[in-house]
């Protein structure tokens, strides 16, 4: 049973076009992060959402948590050919331990 | 400061062997999480060691073990090794902060090939 669903899974797109990763699910998280992973390497944090409601914004990128943190959202503008990379969600409960959603591999073509 | 390490990059292994993955936290972080990552399942859980104690498990076979050492450094050892347990291994360490904000550091993985 996956706990976190994400979508889409797979995403390409040309340079300059926005985009919206979607991280669902029925169970309420504490906390929900969001990571980039590129091919050999770990996941990378960019963001930590712990309020519902909450929206962070890092430069192109903007991460909401819903209001009933049981999901989010990340928005990014004006893709470039760097944001390429795999997309994580995950939800936090205990300490240490984190429910990862499938990812979402993004594509960003010049 | 130095991130994660971990070692080795990269093994191949056959069916019915044994295997040792290393993990260094990052100076300080005295929890190491380990995870499996597949392309059909993702990134799973597998456990985590606080204090040279495991304070949680996932959901996988008794052929999965681990343990830390005081120095915070820790092994994951998979025994009798099947074809499905082909993935990428990553490490995580963390302060072991604050209930459900916990963030992690992850390393580059081991990259485990059973044939």
């Known amino acids: 049973t996956q706990l976190l669903e994400q979508s889409p899974q797979f995403l390409s797109i040309q340079e300059g076009e926005n985009l919206t990763v979607y991280c669902n699910s029925s169970s309420v998280f504490s906390s929900l992060q969001w990571y980039r992973q590129e091919p050999g390497e770990g996941p990378v944090l960019l963001v930590t959402?712990?309020?519902?409601?909450e929206v962070k914004k890092l430069k192109r990128l903007t991460f909401q948590f819903g209001d009933a943190r049981k999901d989010s959202s990340l928005h990014i503008t004006a893709a470039q050919p760097g944001d390429t990379g795999l997309y994580l969600c995950?939800?936090?409960?205990?300490?240490?331990?984190?429910?990862f959603g499938q990812g979402t591999t993004l594509q960003v073509k010049p | 400061k130095a991130g994660v390490t971990q070692t080795p990059r990269y093994l191949i292994k056959t069916r019915g062997q044994q295997v040792t993955l290393s993990c260094s936290p990052i100076?300080?972080?005295?929890?190491v999480s380990w995870y499996q990552q597949t392309p059909g399942q993702g990134l799973q859980f597998l456990f985590e060691?606080?204090?040279?104690?495991?304070?949680n498990k996932g959901n996988f076979p008794g052929r999965f073990s681990g343990r830390q050492f005081s120095n915070s450094r820790s092994e994951m050892n998979v025994s009798t090794l099947e074809l499905g347990d082909s993935a990428l291994y990553l490490c995580?360490?963390?302060?072991?902060?604050?209930?459900?904000?916990?963030?992690?550091?992850f390393g580059a993985g081991s990259r485990l090939t059973v044939l």
């Open positions: 060691y606080f204090s040279e104690t495991q304070r």
């Open positions: 995950a939800g936090g409960r205990d300490t240490g331990k984190l429910i």
């Open positions: 100076s300080g972080h005295r929890s």
């Open positions: 959402v712990v309020t519902g409601g």
């Open positions: 995580a360490s963390s302060r072991a902060g604050s209930y459900g904000a916990n963030v992690l550091t």
